[in-house]
């Protein structure tokens, strides 16, 4: 971190107490008023913080954490059924495919471009499955109208955050998971209609709801938090 | 300790909310993380809801840490650290400050360990800080790994705290200038 010789004592030595948090309130936040417009100050706010933490490098001792930190902070971020990890995990490393977007977009149209009709179950599903949170704090029911090609989703627990949205995913085998639509914020029973080729992969597939920006993920892959899982069943 | 480009690595895989890379990044990290915690904190149970609270911050955050500028390590120990002094801060306060005599059990001596990670940065400022008088580098520690504030470093030193003040800001130019020397 070089030396900047344009910028005086005084602001360094500020930028300096505003990284180890020594400024009043008032003084707090004329600076930060400040770096929001001076470059050169964030850039030696930056090189304060570079310095600092070059103290906890030297003399900080590592003390490795107890394993329960991680397992809890693991079912933190990743509420999951603890006996479907493989699911979770390819989730997590689903990145951005072309393919699997143009279809979700698809989907998306086909589904907004259809008329209303009030969401029945159907009368003899050929698939279903329980979409759960670990904690139970979001359940959703999910069968599979083969007649109509139609997924009927009845939500019986839990909504999306406030200011967003959940995204119903699919996810086969070791495919990327494809998006099956967002689900209606308003209504608790919905159908989505499912692109008749995804009927195999529904089969022995896995259904997945994540927390995703309004109107869904804008990538055509799970952004946010995975929510809840469950694993699609013959009835 | 893995080495940085390993580390950056691994929190751009983070960002793109790869679970196995943040995992990997905890296994690779979470000791530091942890030591910086504990020191902040002295009680091992905040110490650990705080590490847990560090690294939900890494998970959402990560896509932001390259616009920061720093280097990984930087960024994440002074996301550590800062997660820390604010738990510290939000703790009643009616212990009257921090006690003098714990301060200097808990002085710091890098362990071997530490010693052997220390790059030749880290090493610097180690000889920056011994080349303050003894209490100076004692209130420059005790202000980033302790979360003292100007009262508390007046109180531990016994001066006025705008004496206190000009002391240490004092001492944070002596730094930077040995630094950048």
Known sequence: MSDRPDISPEDSAEAAEYALGLLSGSERSAFEARLASDADLRAELAAWQSRFAEIAMSEVEEVTPPARVEKALLGRLFPAPAARPGWIERFGLARLYGAVFLLAALLLWVVVDLPPRPAYPPENAAYSAQIAAEDGSLVVIAQYDAARGELYLERQEGDARPGRDLELWLIAGEEAPISLGVLNRDQGRERLALAPELETALSDGVLAISDEPRGGSPTGAPTGDVLAVGAVSEV | ?181
Request: aromatic share 6%; charged share 30%; glycine share 6%.
């Open chain 2, 1 to 181: 300790m893995t080495d940085a480009s390993a580390i950056e690595g691994l929190i751009a895989r983070t960002a793109l909310k790869d679970r196995a890379a943040f995992q990997a990044l905890y296994a690779a990290t979470s000791a530091k993380l942890f030591g910086v915690c504990l020191r902040v904190l002295k009680d091992r149970a905040e110490a650990e809801d705080a590490l847990q609270e560090v690294f939900v911050k890494i998970w959402h955050r990560a896509d932001r840490y390259r616009v920061t500028g720093h280097s990984p390590m930087t960024w994440l120990i002074t996301v550590a650290r800062n997660s820390a002094i604010d738990r510290l801060r939000k703790r009643p306060r009616e212990s009257g400050g921090v006690d003098v005599e714990d301060l200097a059990l808990s002085d710091p001596t890098p362990g071997p360990e530490a010693q052997a990670v220390a790059s030749g940065e880290a090493a610097r400022i180690a000889g920056c800080l011994d080349e303050l008088e003894q209490d100076r580098a004692a209130a420059v520690r005790g202000a980033y790994l302790e979360g003292e504030t100007y009262a508390d470093l007046a109180r531990r030193f016994d001066v006025p705290i705008n004496t206190m003040r000009t002391w240490l800001r004092r001492s944070l130019m002596k730094l930077k200038e040995c630094l950048t020397a």
